[in-house]
């Protein structure tokens, strides 16, 4: 009899035996499951669903040259969350799946996912606000090597009066992942040397620090231009002139018109009512008339406590559809008649008022020497006043394919891009809706935003009473079959 | 595996006749309803913006944690308090083949029940003239929520099994699997909402690959992924050979 035989070892050994046979399966299903985490198949069956990525979505994941990260601050689902939060953490979650599939290379993801709960972790919270410097709960920061984007709700779901309508988080997220995977950054030029608001200003009147920060957020460059000095830069997305009190020398109007002209350029003005900026006959060969007078509103729904204008009407067009949709106001201290009153000399320029006061407001003309506010009939404007006005022309290439040209938007609401006003939803909404579509950002992807369904059952209460008992059919299926088994059994 | 057949007919014949079978299966049954009635009333009273089918999976896991362990804790946990587990291991059967078709048995039941759970769309659609077919069909998520249930049905059978093996009173087997359930669906959620520290970038990995609503998530969306196969597969083939070890050991 062998050795191993004999009880006293029999037993350890077998203990032995079963311990490593327990290790080694362990071991071989750890391996395998470390394997299929790395290697695998996925296919997408319903390719219809919402969360499908498009073509070009996915063409520019696969060329990702450098790793993407994302965070995501969007609170956990709570008893206390809204149906909104509840949509756009499932949304951006699941489409966030997608992308890091999509961007997998080789066993290896170009896009990393990190999901922050800003009340539950509020130290990551904490970190990444050092790190991205943003405090944003509800944002989605797309972060490359040196680069951000912040992506907020408004530009992953539409609202329609405050209720999600669309999802469009797709157009949002490539748009996001390409900026900050881009290696140029956009230059928004503010011009300078007429005392305009500046862009390194902090005071809340005149400065323009919170555009300038924000800018930044959305990897673009703000820089002050000085015309006098010379021509626009070569590198310039989107020219703004911010409220000037002195008039333009007449060769830097000569620089914004050939910057409009031979560079097919993008010009905002903003204009504050009183000042003669020299600006005023470069806009008539436009179309546009900015006459020197004053908006006096006088609907209460249309001036806020403090005094500022409150605009509420919006026409429909690019610029302004977000504010259109959101039914949301706009801020400014005071308002100057932009009007599309003449003929452009431009050929085959295109004029479309934006905005205007209310029924109840009107342009007064002699408003430096009136004590009290009056409308004086033939001399001032009656209401609803043009508040702003889009001039655009079409260029046409040699293969006779039509290219888009130059763009100005004159707004007559000098400050509504101040410090001051920036809080509000409605001029910030504006802000960047002007700066993405003058400077073209907004088609850098374009992705059909996808209709929200909404599942609602038409069911009465006689039908719900019915089918509480039509439901328990099943179980009382299953019992009677108990029963009778049970009867079958014993008999 | 040549009894494993005949093994496996005994076990299904044996739970048909069991009466805590029936009773097990009428009351999920009747949870199931509950929460698909009250889910309906949610859905008349107000707007959703995901379809009923896949918001009712979303629940799947308060039946699994009740139902697994009524199916399971009597297996073997029974047949050890009766000393037939003896008598069945002394014949020419190996105690593989005896833990597969306990498990096996368990599985098909576990999974029949949930198809009981699948003709509650078609009965309100045909029981009532204001359901929209379209709304409660939904073949994409109703397959995919269904394949999901029963491969995840697999680790969470599996489970049970063991839970039985490792004592002889049914009661304690099935708060066991109770335990070991709760861990298995909820823990790496739980876990993942914790602050973690320094190992919370380690753990982001392995904690979504075992959490089991994100693979309900994909496959009620219709995205079929071999890391869920793989993961019930795995481990309820690792969960299944503890079993025959516990049960060889203690035998």
Known sequence: MSRLDDFRYATPLRRLNKLVQLLLALCLIAGVNALASRHYFRADLARQGVYALSPESMAYLRELKAPVHVVVTIPEQGDSADSGQKLLRRYVKNLLEEYREASRRGGKEMLSVEYVDPYRNPRRAAELARQYKVEQVNAVIFSSANRQRVVGPAEILEFENLKPVAYKGEQAFTSAILETASESTPVIYFTSGHGEMSPEDVSPGRGLSVVAAELRARNMEPRLLDLSRGEVPGDAALVIVADPVGSFLPEEVVRLRSYLDERSGRLVLLLGAGRETGLERFLLRWGISADNMLVQERAADNVDSGGAIIVRSFAESPVTDILRRNKAPLLAGQARPISAGQMASEPGTRLSVLMASSAKSWADAGWRNETEPLFNPGIDQAGPVPLAVLAQTGARSGTGISLPGARILAIGLGDVFSNRYMGSFGNQALFFSITSWMSDREQLIAIEPRVIEQYQLSLSREELGRLALLLCVPAGVLALMGLITALLRRY | ?251
């Open chain 2, 1 to 251: 595996m040549r009894h494993f057949p005949a093994l496996l007919r005994h076990e299904l014949r044996s739970l048909a006749h069991a009466p805590s079978t029936y009773v097990a299966g009428v009351l999920f049954l009747l949870l199931m309803a509950a929460i698909y009635y009250l889910l309906l009333s949610q859905y008349a009273a107000e707007q959703f913006s995901v379809p009923p089918g896949e918001m009712f999976f979303q629940a799947f896991w308060l039946p699994v944690l009740f139902m697994v362990p009524l199916l399971t804790m009597r297996s073997l946990a029974e047949e050890r308090r009766m000393h037939t587990l003896e008598t069945l291991l002394s014949a020419p059967v190996t105690t593989t083949e005896v833990i597969l078709s306990k498990f096996v048995a368990s599985w098909v039941l576990y999974c029949l029940l949930w198809l009981g759970v699948m003709i509650f769309p078609v009965i309100t659609v045909y029981g009532t003239s204001g359901a929209d077919a379209r709304l409660l069909m939904h073949m994409p998520v109703l397959l995919g929520g269904y394949a999901f249930v029963c491969i995840s049905g697999l680790l969470y059978i599996a489970a049970g099994i063991l839970s039985s093996t490792l004592t002889r009173s049914q009661l304690v087997a099935g708060i066991l699997c109770f335990g070991v359930l709760f861990i298995l669906l909820l823990g790496p959620r739980l876990i993942g909402t914790q602050e973690l520290g320094p190992w919370s970038e380690w753990l982001k990995e392995p904690l979504h690959y075992f959490d089991s609503s994100a693979h309900r998530d994909s496959f009620t969306r219709g995205v079929l992924d071999t890391r869920p196969f793989l993961y019930y597969l795995s481990n309820s083939s690792l969960v299944l050979m503890i079993a025959a070890l516990v049960v060889e050991s203690k035998s």
